[in-house]
């Protein structure tokens, strides 16, 4: 079946701009997680959504960082005045229950702020 | 704060040789542990896991052995082979906290030559 997916695959963006990264997960998968994957600081956490419950923001950086997941399924991280610093990869990962231990990744959008 | 540390790469083996990436964790309760890789042109995908002291995880000829002792998952396996090239990524999560979010190392690129 289809896997987690991701759009664009590339983003290039001027400094300041605001940017949208989408997450199609795998379908029928409740838990949603986002990570971002950069040269400085490796593999971070970001924010996951479990159902309906209230998402864990823990990892997000700053508050120009922010996430939704609408109807369950599709979610998307929006990055207002992007900065340098921004530029990553961002991954994107579902698995069908949180109790689940296997978290399945999407091919990630690579994000470069000039 | 919970950590993972692994060996630095790259690691250059050759084809049939015995393969050792060491990873350390630093995390207070009952860490579950993750051996995830990323092939080429590929997203993360989960290689094996141990959920609790003493387990070993095995898969595709891999297998590490989760060492409470000694805080360490390391990853082996008897006979590498072209197709093992990859980033191999150790990861654990804090399940006992609730919450669902993998902690990474940083990551080992392994290259296996024929």
């Known amino acids: 079946g289809a896997g987690v997916s991701q759009s664009p695959s590339n983003k290039v963006t001027e400094k300041g701009k605001d940017v949208e990264l989408r997450c199609d997960p795998i379908?029928?998968?409740?838990?949603l997680y986002w990570y971002r994957q950069s040269l400085g600081q490796g593999l971070e956490f970001l924010i996951y959504?479990?159902?309906?419950?209230?998402?864990?923001k823990s990892g997000l950086p700053s508050d120009r960082f922010s996430a939704e997941r609408t109807g369950g399924s599709v979610s998307t991280l929006t990055i207002q005045r992007t900065q340098q610093e921004d530029s990553a990869v961002y991954l994107c990962?579902?698995?069908?229950?949180?109790?689940?231990?296997?978290?399945?990744f999407g091919p990630g959008t690579r994000l470069t702020v000039t | 704060g919970n950590s993972v540390t692994q060996m630095e790469g790259p690691v250059t083996l050759s084809e049939e040789a015995f393969l050792t990436i060491n990873c350390t964790y630093t995390?207070?309760?009952?860490?579950?542990l993750f051996w995830y890789v990323q092939y080429p042109g590929e997203g993360l995908q989960l290689l094996l896991k141990?959920?609790?002291?003493?387990d070993k995880g095995s898969n595709k000829g891999f297998e590490a052995t989760y060492r409470k002792e000694t805080t360490s998952f390391h990853l082996e396996k008897g006979s590498v082979q072209v197709s093992d090239s990859a980033v191999y990524f150790c990861?654990?999560?804090?399940?006992?906290?609730?919450?669902?979010?993998?902690?990474f190392g940083s990551g080992t690129r392994l290259q296996v030559q024929p």
């Open positions: 379908s029928g998968h409740t838990a």
């Open positions: 995390a207070t309760g009952y860490p579950s």
């Open positions: 990861a654990l999560e804090r399940r006992d906290t609730g919450r669902r979010a993998l902690t």
């Open positions: 959504f479990q159902g309906n419950s209230a998402p864990d």
């Open positions: 990962a579902s698995s069908q229950r949180l109790t689940d231990y296997e978290q399945y």
């Open positions: 141990a959920t609790k002291a003493d």
